[in-house]
């Protein structure tokens, strides 16, 4: 059974940084694609960043490119998200997700497998 455990959210000011982790069990994490989405208080789930099954590729919503850079550490059975210059805009549900297709896309209705979240609260 595939399992996804998100953790690190919290309560921080604007500009601060935060890195989100995302434990898989059950299946080798390379055989995913994983991504990040996050759902924002007026319940829209948007894409945030992912990472192709192989590591070759990392793909951002234009609006956190340059500001978060998402990871995978195999040995760990984990991804990350490092967020920097948080914003007020970036305060969400944040969860990780798994995709067992070949091909990534973006799209939340393809990724299979989903964590239950983290919150990240951005604010002064």
């Known amino acids: 059974q595939v399992q996804l455990v998100e953790s690190g959210g919290g309560l921080v000011q604007p500009g601060a940084s935060l890195t989100l982790s995302c434990v898989v069990t059950g299946r080798p994490i390379r055989t995913f694609n994983m991504a990040w989405f996050r759902q924002n208080p007026r319940n829209e789930r948007e894409f945030v960043a992912a990472?192709?099954?192989?590591?070759?590729?990392?793909t951002y919503a234009d609006s956190v490119k340059g500001r978060f850079t998402i990871s995978r550490d195999i040995a760990e059975r984990s991804v990350y998200l490092q967020m920097d210059s948080l914003r007020p805009e970036d305060t969400a549900v944040y969860y990780c997700?798994?995709?067992?297709?070949?091909?990534?896309?973006?799209?939340?209705?393809?990724?299979?497998?989903w964590g239950q979240g983290t919150q990240v609260t951005v604010s002064s």
């Open positions: 997700a798994a995709d067992v297709s070949y091909q990534l896309f973006i799209a939340a209705a393809t990724f299979d497998y």
């Open positions: 990472i192709t099954w192989d590591g070759h590729n990392r």
